[in-house]
């Protein structure tokens, strides 16, 4: 053990009291200078550490903000500094998704159509091959990344408009695999400046229609085993599933499916390797977020107890569920269009159910919800623009404008988002700008409490005609609000030109009932710059014309 000096105390006598003058006379210049330069020094380090901790707690801030809804960003207006442009656009995209897509249709003839989802989407197809026209420099351009399709048993030509040839063998000409491996890699060719093709996406619904529309799961099998997953392998591109949803239809099918898959295993020419399937597509048209959590969010939803019941133990295989589950969902198609019909949601509807305007049936939104979803990586709404007359597009046909559903694609989950239609409504009893023909007549509809015209077309002898401004010639899309028991007929021309005839689905019930209007675009042609007249009820078909309430030209 050491042994401990004693300590002789120090009292206080014996200490010198040290004042800031003592300091100052004992010290020499040079060092009370770099006693100077020591505290500039310490006061610079303790203003840097406190810089930077409020630094932290700011992004701290801004970060768990941003995270309440994975995915979307803050809902802070962006601060301009002085000078700087202070409109914020009604639309602004709340960021690019690493989930969300587009679907591109050849239908879609402009590049303005999907411009305005640039800092929105990451991924998009079009039902081919490989990129169309303008698309691929779309995607260089904006970093945005194409899959590949084989939608159905056959390739398409080059332009994507015709088939070149067929998996079935009894149709000529009969695709080869090195026509689906040269196809696939001349898609990866042609993104060689662009995101990498890694992935193609299998057969589209095949299980909405009997054959010989659409393949039978042993068919699918075949085909895919022989032609679609030896491509993939050779091109090195993971594989995507036919699409499936949990409806009875689409799980029985992708069920059979991946049991004549797995049957097939072994098969000395063709052996078929389900772990190679590494996303199942999904087709869902709902907006309701507790739908997505009850039908596809885990181990009890719907889709996956629903595959487990026809899967059971088929080819004693006991860890069906353990695959299921550890397939990631691509939902390749989804919109509103399908909850419920008579009438079929429209933009403006559809819009309020996605950004969470109707929180008391749909929550925040389906597309909320799948942002949050672990489950599903990928998503795209159908459709950006197609020719069908139907309330489900991002764009009217020019491109130039968003749908309100649009909008909502681009705010999901944002409750202060204009759902309104664009363009000035012209109500039909608007004596000024309206003008009725023939038989037509105004009368009130107790259940929307407006007034609409009724024996309008053909069969009833009656027109309306709406007078409207255009700032140019051209072609303009326009939105009609109406009312129809039935699938009805509106023949349409402008300025006494060609008649076009549209067809307008059902809306369910009429005014005596409590029928409520409903919207649809279609698209016109044959404006002249200033005042154009459009006439409803000048076909010769023997149409049933819808009722209307009224209508806006989209400038």
Known sequence: MTSLKAVTPVTSDAVTPVTSNTLKRDMQPSQQKLIRKQCLVVIILIFLIAVIWIGSNYL???????????????????????????????????????????????????????DHFNGSVSWFYNYKHTPIGWQSTWADDNDIEFVPMIPGPWLWNESGKGKKCFFDEGK???????????VLQDAKTTRSNGVEIKRLMGFNE??????????????????????????????GLELVSPTLNAKTKGVSWFADFLKECYDKRN???????????????????????????????????????????NLGVFGEKNNWKEYILDRKLWVTETSCYWENKNPHPDSKEQCLRITGQMEATHGRGSLVKMEEMENIERYSLWTTWNEQIKPNYLVYKSGKHLTPLGKAYLNPGDKSVDCEFPGTRIYVDDAEHVTLGGNAELFDCESTGTNMVKFVGSNDGGTVTFTVDVPSDGDYSANVAYLAATTSTAAVSVNDGAVYNFTFASSGNLCGQGGKSTVLPIELQGFVAGTNIITFGTGTLDEIHPVIEWMSVVV
């Not at 801004?62 to 656009?89: L, R």
């Not at 229609?209 to 895919?224: G, I, R, S």
């Open 267 to 309: 098969d000395s020419l063709y052996p078929c390797d389900i772990e190679l399937i590494k996303m199942f597509a999904v087709h869902q048209y709902d907006c309701r977020e507790s739908l997505w959590n009850d039908w596809y969010g885990g181990d009890n939803s719907k889709m996956v107890t629903g595959l487990i019941a």
């Open 60 to 114: 701290y801030t801004e970060t768990s903000e941003s995270t309440k809804t994975p995915g979307f960003p803050s809902k802070s207006p962006p601060v301009f500094p002085s000078g700087q442009p202070s409109h914020i656009p009604s639309a602004s995209p709340t960021g690019r998704s690493i989930k969300k897509g587009l679907i591109i249709s050849l239908q879609v003839d402009s590049q303005n159509a999907v």
């Open 206 to 235: 095949m299980y909405n229609n009997p054959p010989p529309v659409d393949l039978t799961p042993q068919e699918a099998a075949l085909y895919w085993r022989r032609l679609v997953q030896p491509a993939a392998i050779a091109t």
């Open 172 to 182: 000529s000409p009969l695709c080869t695999l090195t026509d689906v491996i040269d």
